[in-house]
T-cell receptor, first 114, second 113 residues
Framework: DAGVIQSPRHEVTEMGQEVTLRCKPI?????LFWYRQTMMRGLELLIY????????DSGMPEDRFSAKMPNASFSTLKIQPSEPRDSAVYFC????????????FGQGTRLTVV | DQQVKQNSPSLSVQEGRISILNCDYT??????FLWYKKYPAEGPTFLIS?????DKNEDGRFTVFLNKSAKHLSLHIVPSQPGDSAVYFC????????????FGPGTSLSVIP
């Protein structure tokens, strides 16, 4: 298995632009998580899907952030408009339903907003 | 309001000695605890876990201890190796399948040869 695949690995964009991060979870995994890692706050959970349905989006910082999971093999995290304070590493992780513990992470997308 | 705390941002240990990484939590509903390890430019990878019904779980050089009354857990690495140098995240979750996993801020471990 190729593991959780995220794209792009790096993204540099100008303030105000729309940014879309992509994630392909491990086949057979029913739960998908988006995390953001910053120096100050460590790993923050942004949103969590189960069977493609958003279960908890309380970690999404603002309305500028949105996430979708149109099918079991694809999810996006969109920031519109982007701001410099959104600069961070964004991780996607997946796990099987009933196994809310051992999550498998992608390699992350390093976002820089200038 | 951090529910999972790792109060030591960094730790340096001599190769061959014991590394002890600490973690405290505030939510008494947490039922399952995990440690993840992260190398630079990679995603975190699962290392070891412990259920609240246990107070110790061991896997090779790694042992996790849980003190529920103190809401404290620790990860022991014995003996420490240079390849153990990484950021270690403590995480906690409730008992249901839909409970989300909450991560601490991480501790950066450096094992000095």
């Amino acid at each position: 298995d190729a593991g959780v695949i995220q794209s792009p690995r790096h993204e540099v964009t100008e303030m105000g632009q729309e940014v879309t991060l992509r994630c392909k979870p491990i086949s057979g995994h029913n739960s998908l998580f988006w995390y953001r890692q910053t120096m100050m706050r460590g790993l923050e959970l942004l949103i969590y899907f189960n069977n493609n349905v958003p279960i908890d989006d309380s970690g999404m910082p603002e309305d500028r952030f949105s996430a979708k999971m149109p099918n079991a093999s694809f999810s996006t995290l969109k920031i519109q408009p982007s701001e410099p304070r959104d600069s961070a590493v964004y991780f996607c992780a997946s796990t099987r339903t009933g196994h809310n513990t051992e999550a498998f992470f992608g390699q992350g997308t390093r976002l820089t907003v200038v | 309001d951090q529910q999972v705390k790792q109060n030591s941002p960094s730790l340096s240990v001599q190769e061959g000695r014991i590394s002890i990484l600490n973690c405290d939590y505030t939510n008494s509903m947490f039922d399952y605890f995990l440690w993840y390890k992260k190398y630079p430019a990679e995603g975190p990878t699962f290392l070891i876990s412990i259920s609240s019904i246990k107070d110790k779980n061991e896997d090779g050089r790694f042992t996790v201890f849980l003190n529920k009354s103190a809401k404290h857990l620790s990860l022991h690495i014995v003996p420490s190796q240079p390849g153990d140098s990484a950021v270690y995240f403590c995480a906690a979750s409730g008992r249901t399948s839909y409970d989300k996993v909450i991560f601490g801020p991480g501790t950066s471990l450096s094992v000095i040869p």
